[in-house]
């Protein structure tokens, strides 16, 4: 699961309003939020989704979205309280700046890659003034994620500490129910396309997550490369081979 976050921008006794998404900023992860994305599921969202508790609690929610819509800069959330405990406890929090970030759940739909220079294009044609952040990361990589959908926005949840540097309220790229409802999608869909002997589409479509998980596992092993793990690990084995050439030398000289 990953955030962006933004702050939130009011907050009162009944709710509180905020960014739940920044487009154009590329955040940890290396993926960038394509103004529009949120467009074609924000009713939904109004419906049906929910107000989470502090860190993504969906067992404790604290209330309901009231107001969703896009502006020029990001996905802008206003939500209400429910007479709860749990909304009490985050708007404490909240009201004493303890909590500053939002972050919102939610099923990427269309998702392509975009070279430096086309997120380069992307800044210009979206007006937005990318900061050394995004710069940097942009020269660190030949490309980016860029999400031009979200199929289903679950939730917007009050958090500490986000993934994206620039929002208050934070985004999950991914959540827990998302990745349940996908996966149960899938079997349905395998389970039809059997009955039906459409064999062909079900070998493109294995093909196609067969690419994914790859994809998912080279993002995995970047991240893992940053953690402490890692470096430790990494400087055993540097250890090790110093100590390995340091024996040869000795045995070079008893001879």
Not at 10 to 38: E, K, Q, W
Not at 68 to 77: H, P, S, T, W
Request: aromatic share 6%; hydrophobic share 40%.
């Amino acid at each position: 699961m990953r955030t962006i976050s933004l702050e939130i921008k009011n907050h009162d006794a009944g709710g509180f309003t905020g960014y739940g998404s920044v487009f154009c900023l590329i955040d940890r992860h290396r993926d960038i939020m394509v103004p529009g994305a949120f467009k074609s599921c924000i009713d939904d969202f109004l419906a049906e989704g929910f107000i989470g508790g502090v860190g993504h609690n969906h067992s404790a929610p604290i209330g309901r979205p009231v107001k969703a819509y896009e502006d020029q800069r990001g996905l802008v959330i206003e939500a209400k309280y429910s007479d709860v405990e749990s909304a009490r406890d985050a708007r404490t929090l909240i009201a004493d700046g303890v909590v500053r970030k939002l972050s919102v759940g939610f099923e990427p739909g269309e998702v392509t890659s975009l070279s430096r220079s086309e997120v380069e294009k992307l800044w210009a044609d979206s007006n937005y003034s990318p900061r050394r952040e995004d710069v940097r990361r942009l020269k660190s990589h030949a490309s980016v994620r860029a999400i031009l959908t979200v199929r289903k926005l679950f939730e917007v949840s009050p958090v500490t500490i986000p993934a994206n540097d620039d929002c208050a309220i934070t985004a999950f790229k991914s959540a827990p129910r998302s990745v349940v409802t996908w996966l149960g999608r899938i079997e349905n869909t395998f389970h039809t396309m059997a009955t039906d002997g459409n064999l062909k589409l079900a070998d493109l479509i294995i093909s196609q997550l067969e690419q994914a998980l790859a994809d998912m596992r080279a993002q995995r092993d970047a991240v893992y490369k940053t953690t402490d793990e890692y470096q430790a690990i990494c400087k055993r084995s540097a250890d090790a081979e110093l100590l390995k050439i340091q024996i040869q030398k000795l045995r070079q000289e008893v001879r």
